[in-house]
C-alpha cells in the first residue's frame, strides 16, 4: 500500500472515531453514579459507598457547648472529623416498580486527635444503620428534569451512650431524587417514631431537625459542589441548619474536601446546641 493511501486511511478513520466521540452525549451525574452502583453490587468483593466517605483533618468548630464535656476538661476547639458510610444490597430489582432491599450503615466521628493534655478522645460519634426500599423510575417531568431515584425505609440513629449523654431516634425516611444534567436535588422527608416520654432522650429534636432536609448536588467537570437546608423554613429560619461542600481532584482515587455547617444539630448531641463548622481533608467518594 502507498504511503500517501496509507496515511489518507488513518486520518479518515481517526477523523471517523471523533465525530462519533462528539455524538455520544455524557450521562447525567446523577445517572452515572447510580450505574456505577449498579456495577458495584454485581462484585462480591466491593461495598458500595452511600453517603460521602471522607476525613477533614482539621475542622474548626466556632462553639462547641459548655457543660456537656465536662468530664472530658478543656477541649479544642479544631478537630478530626470523619464520615465512614457503606450500603449493601439485600436483593436488586431489574423492574422500575418493584424496589431494591438495602441495608445501609453510617458512623459519622468527631475526634480531638490534637488534645494531647486530655488523651485526644471521640468526644462524640453518631452510628445510623438503615433498611432502605430503593426505586429507579426513570420518570420524565418535562424540562429535562427526571426522577432517577426514589426510597423508603426505617432509620435508627444514636450516639451509643447511655444517661445524660444518651441521644437517639427512630425516623421512616423517604425521599426522592431529581436530575437535569449534572445538577440532582433529591427531598428527604421523615416521619420520627415517638417513644415513651421518660425513655425519650431528646424529646423535641423535631424541633431542630425538623421533619425533612432538601440537598442539592452539581457536578462540574472533576469538582462536585453540594448543599443541604435542614429545618429552615419548618423553623422561620431561626433553628435549621446549612451545610455546604466542595470536592476536588486530587488523585484518581482521593479528592479533596471541604465542608461548612452552620446551624444547629452538628451531631446527636448538640442537636439543641448553634454552632458553625468549617473543615478541609481529603474524600474518597462524595455525592455525584
Given at each position: 500500500m502507498k504511503p500517501l493511501l496509507l496515511t489518507a486511511l488513518i486520518l479518515s478513520s481517526s477523523q471517523l472515531m471523533a465525530n462519533e466521540?462528539?455524538?455520544?452525549?455524557?450521562?447525567?451525574?446523577?445517572?452515572?453514579?447510580?450505574?456505577d452502583e449498579l456495577e458495584t453490587f454485581e462484585n462480591p468483593f466491593v461495598i458500595t459507598p452511600h453517603?460521602?466517605?471522607?476525613?477533614?483533618?482539621?475542622?474548626?468548630?466556632?462553639?462547641?457547648?459548655?457543660?456537656?464535656y465536662d468530664k472530658y476538661g478543656d477541649l479544642q476547639d479544631t478537630e478530626i472529623k470523619f464520615q465512614l458510610s457503606l450500603k449493601i444490597p439485600v436483593w436488586v430489582s431489574e423492574s422500575k416498580s418493584v424496589p431494591s432491599v438495602l441495608v445501609a450503615y453510617s458512623q459519622v466521628s468527631h475526634w480531638q486527635a490534637y488534645n494531647s493534655d486530655e488523651?485526644?478522645?471521640?468526644?462524640?460519634?453518631?452510628?445510623?444503620?438503615?433498611?432502605?426500599?430503593?426505586?429507579?423510575?426513570?420518570?420524565?417531568?418535562?424540562?429535562?428534569?427526571?426522577?432517577?431515584?426514589?426510597?423508603?425505609?426505617?432509620?435508627?440513629?444514636?450516639?451509643?451512650?447511655?444517661?445524660?449523654?444518651?441521644?437517639?431516634?427512630?425516623?421512616?425516611?423517604?425521599?426522592?431524587?431529581?436530575?437535569?444534567?449534572?445538577?440532582?436535588?433529591?427531598?428527604?422527608?421523615?416521619?420520627?417514631?415517638?417513644?415513651?416520654?421518660?425513655?425519650?432522650?431528646?424529646?423535641?429534636?423535631?424541633?431542630?431537625?425538623?421533619?425533612?432536609?432538601i440537598q442539592a448536588a452539581y457536578k462540574w467537570g472533576d469538582h462536585t459542589f453540594a448543599l443541604m437546608?435542614?429545618?429552615?423554613?419548618?423553623?422561620?429560619?431561626?433553628?435549621?441548619?446549612?451545610?455546604?461542600?466542595?470536592?476536588?481532584?486530587?488523585?484518581?482515587?482521593?479528592?479533596?474536601?471541604?465542608q461548612f455547617f452552620t446551624g444547629y444539630g452538628s451531631n446527636l448531641i448538640e442537636y439543641n446546641h448553634y454552632n458553625t463548622t468549617a473543615g478541609i481533608g481529603i474524600a474518597l467518594t462524595d455525592w455525584l
Open positions: 466521540t462528539a455524538d455520544v452525549e455524557p450521562e447525567p451525574a446523577l445517572e452515572e453514579r447510580l450505574q453517603k460521602p466517605n471522607y476525613i477533614l483533618l482539621a475542622n474548626y468548630n466556632s462553639n462547641l457547648p459548655e457543660g456537656i488523651s485526644s478522645p471521640f468526644r462524640e460519634t453518631n452510628y445510623e444503620p438503615e433498611v432502605i426500599f430503593a426505586w429507579r423510575p426513570d420518570y420524565d417531568l418535562g424540562a429535562g428534569w427526571n426522577i432517577q431515584w426514589a426510597q423508603l425505609g426505617f432509620n435508627h440513629q444514636s450516639n451509643g451512650r447511655g444517661g445524660e449523654l444518651s441521644r437517639s431516634w427512630n425516623r421512616i425516611v423517604a425521599g426522592v431524587a431529581l436530575e437535569k444534567d449534572n445538577l440532582a436535588l433529591a427531598f428527604v422527608p421523615w416521619y420520627r417514631i415517638q417513644e415513651d416520654r421518660e425513655n425519650d432522650d431528646n424529646h423535641d429534636i423535631t424541633d431542630y431537625l425538623g421533619h425533612g432536609k437546608s435542614r429545618n429552615n423554613l419548618e423553623s422561620g429560619f431561626s433553628e435549621g441548619a446549612v451545610e455546604g461542600s466542595w470536592s476536588f481532584p486530587l488523585t484518581k482515587r482521593v479528592k479533596g474536601y471541604v
